[in-house]
Nanobody
Framework: QVQLVESGGGLVQAGGSLRLSCAAS????????MGWFRQAPGKEREFVAR????????YYAKSVKGRFTISRDNAENTIYLQMNMLTPEDTAVYYC????????????WGQGTQVTVSA
């Protein structure tokens, strides 16, 4: 079981930026594959980005590619999501996840952090 704690959400104007963080704790080791999902009001939770252990292998949803950057610091057991050029369509609760398989989430979720982008 992995405990995940997100932070960094908030209110930002369209075109602005935010950086989310997710601290992971696990008894045995740091999760190899970690990622971000989001859920907008009235919509299903959707995949945003994932990152492999080395930090070199990354994959993004088409809707965020070129605007969002996922990264990790294994020494701090933390992953990040740098979000630039935000639009109101990015408004959602953002969740951290561990041990994804492709774009399918693993069983452990954080509590989520709200991101609101105003027009």
């Amino acid at each position: 079981q992995v405990q995940l704690v997100e932070s960094g959400g908030g209110l930002v104007q369209a075109g602005g930026s935010l950086r989310l963080s997710c601290a992971a704790s696990q008894r045995s080791s740091v999760p190899h594959i970690m990622g971000w999902f989001r859920q907008a009001p009235g919509k299903e939770r959707e995949f945003v980005a994932r990152i492999g252990w080395s930090g070199i292998s990354t994959y993004y949803a088409k809707s965020v590619k070129g605007r969002f950057t996922i990264s990790r610091d294994n020494a701090e057991n933390t992953i990040y999501l740098q979000m630039n050029m935000l639009t109101p369509e990015d408004t959602a609760v953002y969740y951290c996840n561990a041990e994804l398989r492709g774009t399918v989430p693993g069983p452990d979720w954080g509590q989520g952090t709200q991101v609101t982008v105003s027009a």
